[in-house]
Each structure stands twice: as structure tokens, then as C-alpha cells.
């Protein structure tokens, strides 16, 4: 008879959108969090470097099943550059490579070629990624002094806007599509304009449908005080799962549709005004999942929460 293991922690379901804090690793806030709240589930959305701020949304229990939408999202940030000088790492972590003179440009001569770094483009990752190579993360074969060559990837830049520029500091606004290295971009942008360059800060302002104002403050605790304090700080800012999926209309089904969808089969519901993802929630306002609404008008099922989390809503 094999008698299956007891999970560790607590069932709990929803999405804490957290303001990382600089010098904190991506994984080293989740892990902090997870044991904060004795969660038995948690998963983040897409590391940050550990230079940078900001929207790190952790999905916990059954709102890890649409982590993946997280993590293909776009993304906006603001970074500030700084110009005349190029790092090993592209950012202020790295050492020094090459120091040259900045140019005296004017703002329009700076929005000229911003206008290059806009749109569809290329780019070849940092070797200081978390991309992995043959399942070791890039980035430690960099510190290893290892390079290895990587391919292109394609990206969108949405918006690119200069904020400020003092010389030699730019600070500039991007909203980009997954995949995205802002550390590449600055790089690119200092090539451009003749002196080099390198990210001072990064803050990630959006993530998908999160923002700053979602987020809640990460404090570290050290005893079982701090702990409780903590967990109830972010209990109390804990959202529903569907929060991450809230950019999909919603369709409301009835009794019967509701049934048959839990059971993973295509219903139709019309009249429906367009193809494409959507919210399903059943007849008592609860949240089952995301469906596909197809071009005959039927809507199947795409990613559903399980029948025992439903049942313990």
C-alpha cells in the first residue's frame, strides 16, 4: 500500500504582487513570502535581476496554473542609463570595460534615435541572463568566464520615452513584449550614440495586468514575531486568482454550461462578439477558468481551477 505524502504548509490560492526590493533575488522573495504565509504552493512570474525594483507578482496554489500568461506578457519599466561607460554586466553591478566622452546632444538628437529602438526588433541576450545553456543558467557560465553564443530573439519595444536626460544620465520608459533585456537595450542605445552605456537603475513598473499600485512592500523578519506581522500584511493584500486574467472578457455561464465545462467539454453560448480568450465564471460568480471562444461561437475549455478548489470557494 503506498500511502501518499502530506503536504507541507497550507492550501492558498491567489496572486501577491510584490515591490522587490534592490539586492533581493526573485526566488529569495518568493521563498521568504512562501514560508511567511506556510503557503503549499508558490511560483513567481519572470525573475528580475537582483539590481532591479519593482512588480514581481507570485502566484500561489491554483493561481500558478496561469503563471505562464505572467510570464509572456509585456512588461513596462523605467531605467535610468548611464552614458560614457560600459560594464562587464551591462549594469552598475559589473566592472568597468570602457570609459568615453559623451557626445553634446540635444533632446531632439535624443529622441532621433530612440526612434531606431522602437517597434520589431532583434536582440542577442546578455551573457549575465538566467537563459540557460544546455540547463546552466548563462549567467553563472559568465562568472565562470565562459561565453557562448546565442541567438537572436525577437522582441517589441511598444513605447520607448525619454523621461529626463542630465547628462550623463538618461532615464527612459519602456513598455516591451516578454523576453525583453532592458541591460541590452541601454547597451545598444550607448553604442548608438558613440560612447557606451550601461542600466544604473531598473524599476519594473507593469507586469501584464499588475502595476505598482498592486504591489505590496517586502520586509524581511528574522523571528516568529516579524513572521506573523508580515503574513497578515500580505494576507490582507492577497488577490483573487482570476487577478491575473483579468485582461480577458468574462463570459457567465448557466448551470448546465457550467457542468459540462468543469467536465472539459466545448459548449456553445451565443451570441458571442469576438474569437479569443476569455473569463468563465458560473452561474454563482465563481471563477472556473479560461476558455477559447472559437469561430463557430463554442467555447471550450483552456485552463481550469480543480473541482475541490471550486467546491472550497
Not at 453560448?269 to 471562444?293: A, D, K, M, Q, T
Amino acid at each position: 500500500m503506498v500511502v501518499a505524502r502530506r503536504k507541507k504548509g497550507v492550501p492558498l490560492d491567489g496572486v501577491l504582487v510584490v515591490d522587490k526590493p534592490q539586492d533581493w533575488t526573485s526566488n529569495a522573495v518568493l521563498q521568504k513570502v512562501k514560508y511567511a504565509l506556510n503557503a503549499q504552493k508558490a511560483g513567481h512570474t519572470g525573475a528580475l535581476d537582483p539590481l532591479a525594483t519593482g512588480v514581481l507578482p507570485l502566484c500561489f496554489g491554483e493561481a500558478t496554473k496561469f503563471s505562464q500568461l505572467l510570464l509572456d506578457s509585456d512588461k513596462e519599466y523605467v531605467t535610468c542609463a548611464y552614458l560614457g561607460r560600459t560594464t562587464t554586466t551591462s549594469d552598475a553591478e559589473g566592472d568597468i570595460i570602457t570609459e568615453s566622452p559623451v557626445p553634446d546632444l540635444s533632446i531632439s538628437e535624443l529622441k532621433n534615435i530612440l526612434k531606431q529602438f522602437r517597434g520589431n526588433l532583434k536582440q542577442i541576450p546578455s551573457m549575465y541572463s538566467a537563459l540557460k545553456h544546455k540547463g546552466t543558467p548563462l549567467y553563472k557560465l559568465a562568472r565562470q568566464g565562459i561565453e557562448v553564443e546565442r541567438e537572436a530573439r525577437d522582441i517589441v519595444i511598444h513605447e520607448l520615452e525619454l523621461l529626463e536626460y542630465t547628462q550623463p544620465y538618461l532615464r527612459l520608459r519602456v513598455l516591451c513584449s516578454k523576453g525583453t533585456y532592458i541591460r541590452n537595450l541601454v547597451e545598444d542605445i550607448g553604442e548608438v550614440i558613440g560612447c557606451g552605456a550601461h542600466v544604473a537603475e531598473l524599476r519594473r513598473t507593469r507586469c501584464g495586468p499588475f502595476a505598482l499600485e498592486d504591489s505590496v512592500s517586502f520586509t524581511p523578519f528574522e523571528d516568529e514575531s516579524g513572521r506573523q506581522i508580515a503574513a497578515e500584511r500580505y494576507q490582507q493584500r492577497l488577490l483573487p486568482v482570476d487577478s491575473s486574467v483579468r485582461q480577458f472578457p468574462e463570459i457567465l455561464l448557466d448551470e448546465a454550461n457550467t457542468g459540462s465545462i468543469i467536465q472539459g467539454r466545448t459548449v456553445k453560448i451565443s451570441p458571442l462578439s469576438s474569437e479569443g480568450r476569455v473569463r468563465l465564471y458560473s452561474n454563482e460568480r465563481r471563477f472556473i477558468g479560461l476558455g477559447e471562444v472559437m469561430s463557430d461561437g463554442t467555447v471550450k475549455p483552456v485552463r481550469l481551477l480543480n473541482v475541490s478548489a471550486l467546491s472550497a470557494e
